[in-house]
């Protein structure tokens, strides 16, 4: 998934509980994040405006690079030098896609890395070049503008190798606790102080040895 991307880069092993584990835990911050996405995930809300096509909930997939998803929204721009035909519409589009994001802008790569994912599924379907997209944060309420340079495609196909050799073992990486973890849903299933003091093993072995 796309938005595995985002995952990954914050912490692999949230990544594995979610991806690999199927596991999943809400608070407030996924929350909000799920009810930020309901009005951008909505397929029957397309508009038209002049030079200007809003699709919401596009799905996209990329053989190539063995990823899928969804797009929260992408704004077809008219474009007769670089764009691309599209069914119903007169003259050529490039696309621009837009990720809604609860919050503010972060200082890592996680948010950055999700969008150029899209972007390249996009490219792969429509056999374009798109060279940017936007983020758009719910506190600021406005856009910052991501280019997609040949260092974030490339951090995104290196995530995406590491992603897909974990996935093929099933492997599920250690907890290495950051300042994140606080802020983490999966915390009380992850468990990164316990897990850093002692193996799961050694923990059971004492709960059961206690109960004797």
Same mark, same amino acid.
């Given at each position: @998934?796309?938005?595995?991307?985002?995952?990954?880069?914050?912490?692999?092993?949230?990544?594995?509980?979610?991806?690999?584990?199927?596991?999943?835990?809400?608070? %407030?911050?996924? /929350?909000?994040?799920?009810?930020?996405?309901?009005?951008?995930?909505?397929?029957?809300?397309?508009?038209?405006?002049?030079?200007?096509?809003? %699709?919401?909930?596009?799905?996209?997939?990329? !053989?190539?690079?063995g990823l899928t998803g969804q797009c929260d929204v992408v704004e077809f721009r008219r474009d007769d030098a670089h764009g691309v035909?599209?069914?119903?519409?007169?003259?050529?589009? !490039?696309?621009?896609? %837009?990720?809604?994001?609860?919050?503010?802008?972060k200082e890592g790569t996680e948010d950055t890395l999700q969008l150029c994912g899209q972007a390249m599924c996009l490219e792969e @379907?429509?056999?374009? *070049?798109?060279?940017?997209?936007? !983020?758009?944060?719910? *506190?600021?309420?406005?856009?910052?503008? %991501?280019?997609?340079?040949?260092?974030?495609?490339?951090?995104?196909?290196?995530?995406?190798?590491?992603?897909?050799?974990?996935? /093929?073992?099933?492997?599920?990486?250690?907890?290495?606790?950051?300042?994140?973890?606080?802020?983490?849903?999966?915390?009380?299933l992850c468990l990164p102080k316990l897990m850093r003091s002692k193996s799961v093993s050694a923990y059971l072995r004492g709960a059961?040895?206690?109960?004797?």
């Open positions: @998934m796309i938005s595995g991307l985002q995952h990954f880069r914050f912490c692999r092993r949230q990544w594995a509980l979610i991806h690999i584990e199927q596991q999943w835990a809400e608070n %407030v911050r996924t /929350v909000e994040g799920n009810f930020l996405h309901e009005r951008a995930h909505n397929e029957q809300l397309r508009e038209s405006r002049g030079d200007l096509l809003i %699709v919401r909930g596009l799905r996209v997939q990329s !053989l190539t690079l035909p599209l069914a119903g519409k007169h003259g050529l589009w !490039l696309p621009y896609p %837009v990720e809604y994001k609860r919050g503010k802008p @379907m429509l056999c374009c *070049e798109i060279p940017r997209g936007a !983020l758009y944060y719910r *506190e600021p309420q406005r856009r910052t503008e %991501v280019d997609f340079t040949p260092a974030l495609r490339q951090e995104v196909r290196a995530l995406l190798e590491e992603m897909h050799a974990l996935y /093929v073992r099933g492997s599920t990486p250690k907890v290495k606790p950051t300042k994140g973890c606080n802020a983490c849903s999966l915390k009380g059961m040895e206690g109960e004797q």
